[in-house]
């Protein structure tokens, strides 16, 4: 099946600055790409995503980049707020069925 | 944004009793997902489900677990009986078709004893 790794498992960052956070998937079948943020004790929630036809999407200050043919995908965060800590999760599905394999998680802290 | 309602958010058991982990998902959605999450970790695939069958499922479910929804009532999961390596969280989600984005409800806690 499907495997996802996700690096780095802890980033910390100061307000204002960038964060990134890769992902890279193993079945080329794979052509849909969620990042999920989860705070503690809620439930994760669909922050962006992209699709394989697309290379690059933006909403607000989250990018995400998809490089098919290396199989990774990427989240960045500019400028970075408070509010933005959390764990974030990439995860990616193909086929007919829609399973997300997720990454293993994110915990990005971001210091004022 | 559409909800999916987990009942309860948190269920204490003994090892051994049975327990049912109940989702009511988005109204118009027809794909069903269950996800267990150990704390600190990511959320692993259990069971997905659709027209009244399970489409696919992972070795993390195992043959204890059943799932089903009967006649558009909540979507369930049942854990009968219950093992210590059972706690953790679950997560149900649904989405409209296999194609569409995945929607999680808050989770239920569950402690076996």
């Given at each position: 099946g499907e495997q996802v790794e996700q690096l780095p498992s802890i980033l910390r960052v100061q307000e204002g600055s960038s964060a990134s956070i890769n992902c890279s998937y193993e079945d080329s079948a794979s052509n849909y790409f969620p990042w999920y943020k989860q705070e503690p004790g809620e439930n994760p929630k669909l922050i962006i995503d992209i699709r394989s036809n697309m290379e690059r999407k933006q909403i607000q200050e989250l990018i995400v980049l998809l490089d098919k043919k290396a199989k990774r995908f990427s989240l960045h965060i500019t400028d970075t707020q408070p509010g933005d800590s959390a764990m974030y999760f990439c995860a990616a599905s193909g086929g007919s069925n829609?399973?997300?394999t997720f990454g293993k998680g994110t915990k990005l802290s971001v210091k004022s | 944004g559409p909800k999916v309602l987990?009942?309860?958010s948190h269920q204490i058991i003994d090892m051994g009793q049975m327990v049912t982990l109940n989702c009511d998902p988005v109204s118009n959605h027809?794909?069903?997902y269950w996800y267990k999450q150990i704390l600190?970790?990511?959320m692993e695939f259990?069971?997905?489900f659709y027209n009244g069958k399970v489409m696919e499922k992972s070795k993390l479910f195992k043959d204890q677990f059943s799932v089903e929804r009967p006649d558009g009532?909540?979507?369930t999961l049942k854990i009968?009986?219950?093992a210590l390596e059972d706690s953790a969280v679950y997560f149900c989600a649904s989405s409209f078709d296999s194609q569409n984005t995945l929607y999680f409800g808050a989770g239920t806690r569950l402690s076996v004893l």
């Amino acid at each position: 099946g499907e495997q996802v790794e996700q690096l780095p498992s802890i980033l910390r960052v100061q307000e204002g600055s960038s964060a990134s956070i890769n992902c890279s998937y193993e079945d080329s079948a794979s052509n849909y790409f969620p990042w999920y943020k989860q705070e503690p004790g809620e439930n994760p929630k669909l922050i962006i995503d992209i699709r394989s036809n697309m290379e690059r999407k933006q909403i607000q200050e989250l990018i995400v980049l998809l490089d098919k043919k290396a199989k990774r995908f990427s989240l960045h965060i500019t400028d970075t707020q408070p509010g933005d800590s959390a764990m974030y999760f990439c995860a990616a599905s193909g086929g007919s069925n829609a399973k997300l394999t997720f990454g293993k998680g994110t915990k990005l802290s971001v210091k004022s | 944004g559409p909800k999916v309602l987990q009942i309860p958010s948190h269920q204490i058991i003994d090892m051994g009793q049975m327990v049912t982990l109940n989702c009511d998902p988005v109204s118009n959605h027809l794909y069903f997902y269950w996800y267990k999450q150990i704390l600190g970790q990511q959320m692993e695939f259990l069971v997905n489900f659709y027209n009244g069958k399970v489409m696919e499922k992972s070795k993390l479910f195992k043959d204890q677990f059943s799932v089903e929804r009967p006649d558009g009532s909540y979507f369930t999961l049942k854990i009968q009986p219950t093992a210590l390596e059972d706690s953790a969280v679950y997560f149900c989600a649904s989405s409209f078709d296999s194609q569409n984005t995945l929607y999680f409800g808050a989770g239920t806690r569950l402690s076996v004893l």
